[in-house]
């Protein structure tokens, strides 16, 4: 047996169907033996970088590994935002590369793929032994089940063609057990010191974090009986679904009125949250709050007056059951909603001509999505209309693959997510900058017949940039460039395309998306001239980003 040949056996085992990529010669042979005789999808990309991000939508939609393969040299380089975004996230992604002949350093193609690896992987691994192939592979998909990011295999084309020095076996690997199941139980003096102080709060809130996905159930009974409003992170969008208690995201990319009851908090409770400044609006949200934390990192410490710590699920269940103990938590959870926002987002319309209002098209969106179904969301201007005005069931469905800040990921994470949620239609919002950016991948989703309804919130340009521009009395026209007929474009991918343009037009989308079949593009102009809250604050605050959320 030829160590390709192994490897695609390994990748059976391990029950992988479907492998994302595009073939060179460093991946041709293992691709083959895949496809032709192991009985394996091969999603044919247009390009590296989405191959990753659909591996990564994939793991996040499915909490399976994602498997892609790309060749050497240029190929991988390639892939190295969508690395980088995975390993922010923490995706069980596993990346097959092939590499250059370790006896070929003048090869055309050569790089340095391990020193690429450890700046971007969150684990690189070498198979340069024909007898270790079943200790890398099983190596790589511990990895990837360790919740630490992708895995980088590298795959040398004259080890893949070598003989396995002996009989060949594999064991499918075992995920590793998680940090929560290895967390103590919270302490009984912890809990009753979180207790007291929340209790003796007037105004107390609470900030939910990623550590908390899974506890739900838990973590809002915990919001009842403190009688604490609560918002997210947005990494825990849809934590919380539309309870009464629910402010939605935390922070920047929450609404101003969650923002202003949450800065009121005497006491904030925070669950699973690390305390980014984006989740703090630069530190204001904690400005002048005691902080009781419940979490299983003890370094939670050092941004505590009170750590409870311990698993998310566990620490809300006990403090919960302490707080019910001291009183009565329907009168406490009942004045938290009083406290609530009736309207989490108020305005009146701005239409322009030919455009229409962006925070409207969120408000339709919101009508319009089934309550459980993916949503991939890219990053933009747009996003801060997003926070307040779409409101996600579960944090399962929320997908936003701008881990390291960047745009342009949302339409290949998509695909990846559609493959792991087959007979879903995935939604996809992005701005017509990151549209564009990923479009190769357009053609990939008609080619596929993937059902994605891909809104382009599309403002001719990049829209935070020329507001801050402006801000700061420098041309906004810096940031702006005029964009094609996304609709007639989508047409000529292949996809369907349909255009609005006015208020009239958003009230005919329910009869298009009904009518959807595979991708459709709908390219939504809206008006340039809306600024999102932050940017008002931003002007107000005298142009200081520190300053902006107490503007």
């Known amino acids: 047996m030829k160590v390709y040949e192994a490897v695609a056996d390994a990748l059976v085992r391990e029950q992988v169907g479907r492998v994302f990529g595009l073939m060179g010669d460093g991946n041709m042979e293992l691709l083959a033996e895949l496809t032709q005789r192991r009985g394996v999808e091969f ?5 590296e970088q989405g191959a990753v991000a659909m591996a990564d939508g994939y793991a996040r939609a499915s909490g399976a590994v994602g498997v892609c393969t790309v060749t050497c040299g240029p190929a991988l380089l390639n892939t190295a935002t969508s690395l980088a975004v995975a390993r922010a996230h923490g995706s069980a992604v596993v990346l097959l590369a092939g590499d250059t002949p370790a006896d070929d350093p003048g090869h055309l193609q050569n790089v340095d793929q391990q020193r690429f690896g450890a700046a971007l992987a969150a684990t690189t691994i070498d198979v340069t032994d024909p007898g270790d192939v079943a200790a890398r592979i099983t190596e790589a998909f511990v990895a990837a089940r360790s919740g630490h990011g992708p895995v980088l295999v590298n795959l040398p084309m004259d080890v893949q063609g070598r003989d396995l020095p002996g009989a060949w076996s594999y064991t499918p690997a075992v995920a590793p057990a998680s940090a929560a199941a290895e967390t103590v139980a919270p302490s009984a003096a912890a809990i009753a010191e979180a207790a007291q102080v929340i209790l003796s709060a007037e105004r107390p809130a609470m900030i939910v974090g990623r550590g908390a996905i899974g506890a739900e159930t838990a973590v809002l009974a915990l919001a009842e009986a403190a009688g604490t409003p609560f918002a997210t992170t947005l990494q825990a969008t849809g934590l919380g679904g539309r309870h009464a208690l629910s402010l939605g995201n935390a922070g920047l990319m929450g609404s101003p009125e969650a923002f202003a ?11 699973g949250a690390s305390l980014s400044r984006l989740t703090t609006g630069f530190g204001r949200l904690v400005e002048g709050a005691r902080i009781v934390a419940i979490d ?4 939670a ?7 409870v710590l311990g698993d998310a699920g566990a620490g809300a269940a006990a403090l919960e059951r302490e707080l019910a103990r001291r009183g009565d938590p329907t009168a406490r959870a ?25 925070r409207s098209v969120f408000v339709a969106l919101d009508e ?22 779409l409101r996600i069931g579960r944090p399962v469905d929320w997908i936003f693959p701008t881990d390291i800040g960047c745009i342009g990921q949302s339409l290949s994470t998509a695909i990846g997510a559609a493959a792991a949620r087959e007979g879903e239609r995935v939604t996809v919002v992005a701005g017509d900058a990151g549209f564009l950016m990923g479009i190769s991948e357009l053609e990939t989703a008609a080619r596929y017949g993937v ?3 891909i809104v382009v919130i599309n403002d001719e340009g990049w829209g935070q940039e020329a507001h801050m521009l402006a801000l ?14 996304l609709a007639l474009l989508a047409e000529g991918f292949g996809a369907a395309g349909h255009r609005v343009r006015s208020a009239e037009d958003l009230a005919g989308l329910p009869a298009v998306l009904a009518a959807a079949v595979g991708p459709l593009v709908i390219d939504v102009r809206v008006n340039p001239a809306i600024k999102n809250w932050v940017v008002h604050a931003f002007a107000l605050a005298g142009h200081d980003i520190r300053d902006a959320a107490a503007a």
């Open 334 to 358: 009942s004045a938290a909603a009083a406290r609530v926002p009736e309207d989490p987002y108020p305005f009146t319309p701005e239409h322009g001509v030919g455009t229409v209002d962006p």
């Open 261 to 271: 009851l949450m800065q009121e908090a005497d006491v904030l409770l925070v669950v």
């Open 43 to 47: 999603v044919k990309v247009r390009h």
């Open 472 to 485: 700061k009395d420098e041309a906004p026209e810096l940031a702006l460039a005029a964009t094609p007929d």
């Open 296 to 299: 299983h990192d003890p370094a």
């Open 301 to 307: 410490a050092g941004r505590a007056d009170v750590l």
């Open 368 to 389: 319009l999505l089934p309550a459980n179904q993916a949503l991939v969301m890219d990053a933009g201007h747009f996003i801060s209309f997003a926070g307040p005005l």
């Open 451 to 453: 059902p994605l309804t």
